[in-house]
């Protein structure tokens, strides 16, 4: 079966990539290097021992896509798209065009080659304010907190719009808590431009140095100790439900819908010991006001996913802190020797 995963470099695109390879998947990557670099090829194929096709465009290109198509697509994993949500807030306009067309770009081609099988990429933001925790698929979608997250609901809309009178197209939304840690290789992460937004990229340059303390948003939330509490899933566990997703795409379900997380929410606090207990660095924080559309509680209720898919985290925080603390002490060696 050969896949098509856009934005193949990116931060879980790549470990898809190597769950791919791994489970005997052929596959084509498309990255435009927007927020990735070449060199996660190679590694990539260090890590697995294979080889794939990688075409350096991007998604709108449309000649670069019918070469791609020419070789016949079984399935596409959409992970191309524009993701920093405060950046989105300033920039709509381009963060709906992206992300917007080229999902046109792409599920037009799929049609005009017979391509059915589409995994989009969509985010726990889809529930926006959640009225209880933990979140089911069945929830209500509501406006998202900034348009990042509302092309998230858009785009949702318009593959079930498309499902609804498409009979042979099968479409899995995969709803992501908060994706962190590395693979255990230490060749693979995040690790993004300038100051991280994220909690775990932030904690990890604080562990390192390259920032002096935590800045924790808000200890005045209703949640235990205060502050925010989330549903942290390592990446390798999130890479693995694409597999398994894909699995499900090939006995023609139509449109389905699985949050993918690991069920359990955890404090910023609670993530800044775990992190220290993890690596045995100390992560000095500080109390701050809380930031703009933050919400209390986020997590994920995975029933479905184990039900249907056969989804399960193999891997703990604690194991996500160790192994994205691995990859940022092992980035940073590499960045030093120029590589
Ligand atoms: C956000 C997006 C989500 C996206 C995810 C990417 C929203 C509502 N959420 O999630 O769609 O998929 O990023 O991983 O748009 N925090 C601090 N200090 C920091 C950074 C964060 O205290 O320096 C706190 C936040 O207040 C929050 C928690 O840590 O309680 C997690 O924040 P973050 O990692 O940014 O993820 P989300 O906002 O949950």
Same mark, same amino acid.
């Given at each position: 079966m050969r896949v098509l995963v856009t934005g193949g470099l990116g931060f879980i695109g790549s470990h898809t990539v190597v769950a791919l390879l791994e489970n005997g998947y052929d596959v084509t990557v498309i990255d435009n290097l927007y927020n990735s670099k070449l060199v996660v090829k190679d590694r990539i194929k260090e890590i697995t021992n294979k080889d794939f096709k990688t075409v350096i465009a991007d998604v709108q290109d449309e000649k670069?896509?019918?070469?791609?198509f020419k070789d016949k697509i079984d399935a596409v994993i959409n992970f191309a798209g524009y993701k920093a949500v405060g950046e989105s807030v300033k920039k709509p306009l381009e963060y709906y065009d992206n992300n917007l067309t080229l999902t046109f770009a792409l599920l037009k081609?799929? %049609?005009?080659y017979g391509c059915h099988n589409f995994v989009f990429s969509s985010s726990a933001t889809v529930y926006g304010?959640?009225?209880r925790v933990p979140m089911y698929e069945t929830?209500?979608?509501?406006?998202?907190?900034?348009p990042y997250g509302e092309t998230k609901v858009m785009i949702e809309r318009i593959l079930?719009?498309?499902a609804a009178v498409t009979p042979d197209f099968n479409c899995a939304l995969l709803r992501y808590f908060n994706p962190i840690g590395a693979h255990k290789s230490g060749l693979l992460g995040e690790d993004p431009n300038g100051i991280p937004n994220n909690l775990l990229p932030y904690i990890a340059k604080v562990a390192t140095g390259e920032l002096k303390e935590v800045n924790v948003f808000g200890n005045d939330y209703d949640t235990?100790?205060?502050?925010?509490? %989330?549903?942290?899933?390592h990446v390798v566990d999130l890479a693995k439900g694409h597999v398994l997703?894909?699995?499900k795409l090939e006995q023609n379900p139509g449109l389905v819908i699985y949050n993918l997380g690991t069920g359990k929410g955890t404090s910023v606090l609670e993530m800044i010991h775990d992190y220290e207990e993890a690596t045995g660095v100390k992560i000095p924080y500080v109390i701050k006001p809380r930031r703009a559309g933050d919400i209390a509680t986020s997590y994920a209720n995975c029933d479905k996913a184990a039900k249907e898919l056969g989804f399960h985290c193999d891997y703990t925080v604690l194991d996500a802190c160790r192994d994205g603390y691995h990859f940022q002490v092992e980035e940073a060696k590499r960045?030093?020797?120029?590589?």
């Open positions: 670069a896509l019918d070469e791609i081609k799929m %049609r005009e304010n959640p009225e929830d209500p979608v509501t406006d998202a907190t900034s079930k719009d498309i235990p100790d205060g502050t925010g509490v %989330r549903d942290y899933i997703a894909l699995k960045k030093k020797e120029g590589k």
